[in-house]
């Protein structure tokens, strides 16, 4: 069965602080996996798009990195803000015959200031 | 660029009744998704349209839901009956031609059930 976890389900950081949220899934039979994050009460925004053919992207402070063989992306947040506060969803489109799009359950993040 | 446009932003209805959702997606965007996210967990894929076809409703509950985009451009989801397990944000996207491109997402509808 595909599946997507994200752990930790919360974290709180201080500001300024380098952070690394995380996001496994089952199946390495996978043609891109999306980071987003949602604000309480607001639609996803999307932040970063990864190919299965790509190691990592980049945009501002985030870095997504994805490894297939270990099932693995990684969302790098450098000098966190207050403004970072959300919860951070990963995304990744699977494909065994056919395509399935499945969500993680997301990591709450809190930046204190 | 305007966004991904829904309405109505919030909805409360009896079980039992029949509610509408709508979708403007972005302008020039042939795939449309509808997703449904229930409170403390990720969005679960209901149907994928590309074009005014569908590409995948494995996940919809056919008994009581339905969708529509006809002329491959705005999108209708209907629930009918509405049962108590159907409170969710009901959330709207869509991208480009083909599966490589970003989704964007739209506000979503809290739909609550009582």
């Known amino acids: 069965k595909q599946e997507v976890t994200q752990i930790p389900a919360a974290l709180s950081v201080p500001e300024g602080e380098n952070l690394v949220l995380n996001c496994s899934f089952t199946d390495s039979a996978i043609y891109n996996l999306q980071w987003f994050r949602q604000d309480p009460g607001k639609g996803l925004t999307s932040l970063l798009l990864i190919q299965s053919s790509q190691r990592e992207q980049t945009s501002g402070r985030l870095n997504a990195s994805l490894d297939k063989s270990s099932g693995r992306s990684t969302l790098y947040i450098a000098a966190s803000q207050p403004g970072d506060s959300a919860t951070y969803l990963c995304a990744v489109r699977f494909y065994s015959g056919t395509y399935k799009y499945i969500f993680g359950t997301g990591t709450r993040l809190k930046v204190l200031a | 660029e305007a966004g991904v446009a829904q309405s109505p932003r919030y909805k409360i209805i009896e079980k039992r009744q029949s509610v509408a959702f709508w979708c403007n997606p972005i302008?020039?965007?042939?795939?449309l998704y509808w997703y449904q996210q229930i409170l403390g967990q990720g969005p679960k894929l209901l149907i994928q349209?590309?074009?005014?076809?569908?590409?995948?409703d494995s996940q919809l509950p056919k008994d009581r839901f339905s969708a529509e985009r006809l002329k491959g451009v705005d999108s209708t989801l209907k629930i009918q009956p509405a049962k108590l397990e159907d409170s969710a944000v009901y959330l709207c996207?869509?991208?480009?031609?083909?599966?490589?491109?970003?989704?964007?997402f739209g506000p979503g509808t809290r739909l609550t059930v009582t």
């Open positions: 302008s020039g965007h042939a795939t």
């Open positions: 996207a869509s991208s480009l031609e083909n599966l490589a491109y970003e989704q964007y």
């Open positions: 349209f590309q074009n005014n076809g569908v590409v995948d």
